[in-house]
């Protein structure tokens, strides 16, 4: 609850959204798994006064909250109903893709998952889900188990390091970086906070970390920026062309290499240099590329290339003596969701499995007073 007089904002203890008053002495809100709460409240003290009840379920709910409900002054409410279970028509599924393009599910429920990626371990996976508050969570591979890694509500794009000891994370309002511990042991860590950032990508121990940093209102000019990991807060233009969209960045797991995708050529194309440099890049893609991921082992780089669907693409590098692209193999369409500002997939240990968010399934939904 905000005061409209001097700002001062409090907390009510409601985990919810899309809270609504109804005169004398309730707040209606949506709860995460479909459900319409109601809990006493005194204008009085400016307190919840007692638990929530239940007041309807099977009600849709959307990406950053939503809900399908609208509450009258004297308390009828306006339900928009979904398949229970569903929270959004932009719930997805997260599933096992293999190298030859066969599908198996994972016990990770159903949710609006906004970015997926896996453990070193191969063991967790940590992810924003849109519909529980915009948060990043960390499921369990095997048993689905899901628990809060963020509780701010502002947080997302995480990326583990390479020891699998911590999630790095961006948090708007405002624009940051934080590193959090896995699991929880005390509070997160500023990295920095200069710069609005849309993907990161953690390097070796010694290294350097990589960012897809954008100037606000300026999404079609992203520039990739690197900081050493003992200098965090004084990340660097790294590759940074005025007027051109560069971003994707993923530092491979020796440390020796970025890969990128750049609108340079007037279109997109991946990319592959040393880090911090010097030398020479190579092109990955041959006619346009996204979303570039290293194997495991850093002998191979994966990416989509353009048009819809797109192929699924591998690459093998090497980089001793110089720097090529040595062999490019299509392993299958890429019938996934995917994104203009970060990687949506990523790979699992030994290189020829991948963890894919299928496309949401768009649900048919009624209003009901």
């Known amino acids: 609850m905000v005061s409209l007089n001097d700002g001062t904002i409090e907390e009510l203890g409601i985990v919810g959204s899309n809270p609504q008053f109804v005169a004398?002495?309730?707040?209606?809100?949506?709860?995460?798994?479909?459900?319409?709460?109601?809990?006493?409240?005194?204008?009085?003290?400016?307190?919840?006064?007692?638990?929530?009840?239940?007041?309807?379920?099977?009600?849709?709910?959307?990406?950053?909250?939503?809900?399908?409900?609208?509450?009258?002054?004297?308390?009828?409410?306006?339900?928009?109903?979904?398949?229970?279970?569903?929270?959004?028509?932009?719930?997805?599924?997260?599933?096992?893709?293999?190298?030859?393009?066969?599908?198996?599910?994972?016990?990770?429920?159903?949710?609006?998952?906004?970015?997926?990626?896996?453990?070193?371990?191969?063991?967790r996976v940590a992810g924003a889900i849109l519909d529980l508050q915009r948060d990043v969570w960390i499921s369990e591979l095997q048993s689905g188990l899901t628990e809060r890694l963020t509780t701010d509500s502002v947080s997302a794009k995480p990326a583990w390091t390479l020891d699998g000891q911590a999630v790095a994370y961006t948090r708007n309002a405002p624009d940051e970086v934080r590193l959090q511990s896995w699991p929880r042991n005390g509070g997160s860590t500023l990295i920095f906070?200069?710069?609005?950032?849309?993907?990161?990508?953690?390097?070796?121990?010694?290294?350097?970390?990589?960012?897809v940093v954008s100037p606000k209102g300026k999404t079609a000019d992203s520039d990739i920026w690197i900081a050493r990991d003992d200098f965090l807060p004084t990340p660097r233009p790294f590759v940074a062309t005025a007027g051109v969209l560069e971003g994707f960045p993923r530092v491979s797991p020796n440390g020796r290499l970025l890969a990128y995708a750049s609108r340079e050529a007037g279109q997109d194309n991946v990319y592959v240099q040393p880090?911090?440099?010097?030398?020479?890049?190579?092109?990955?893609?041959?006619?346009?590329?996204?979303?570039?991921?290293?194997?495991?082992?850093g002998t191979a780089l994966f990416y989509r290339t353009l048009g819809n669907p797109g192929t699924f693409m591998r690459a093998t590098i090497s980089d001793r003596p110089g720097l090529e692209v040595t062999r490019r193999d299509s392993l299958f369409p890429f019938v996934y969701s995917k994104s203009g500002n970060f990687v949506t997939y990523d790979v699992l240990p030994g290189g020829r499995e991948f963890l894919m968010l299928k496309q949401p399934q768009v649900e048919q939904r009624d209003a009901v007073i």
Do not use: C, H
């Not at 849309?198 to 290294?207: D, L, Q, R």
């Open 24 to 123: 004398p002495d309730r707040i209606v809100y949506g709860a995460p798994g479909n459900l319409v709460m109601s809990a006493p409240f005194s204008l009085r003290s400016r307190t919840v006064t007692g638990p929530g009840e239940r007041v309807a379920d099977g009600v849709w709910q959307g990406g950053g909250g939503a809900v399908g409900v609208a509450a009258s002054r004297n308390g009828v409410l306006a339900i928009q109903t979904g398949a229970i279970d569903v929270f959004s028509n932009r719930a997805r599924d997260v599933v096992v893709v293999t190298e030859k393009g066969m599908v198996r599910p994972t016990a990770l429920p159903r949710r609006e998952w906004d970015q997926v990626r896996v453990s070193p371990d191969g063991k």
């Open 275 to 297: 880090i911090p440099g010097p030398g020479a890049r190579a092109r990955d893609s041959v006619d346009g590329g996204f979303e570039p991921a290293w194997s495991p082992d």
């Open 193 to 211: 906070d200069k710069a609005r950032v849309a993907e990161i990508s953690p390097g070796p121990v010694g290294g350097y970390w990589a960012f």
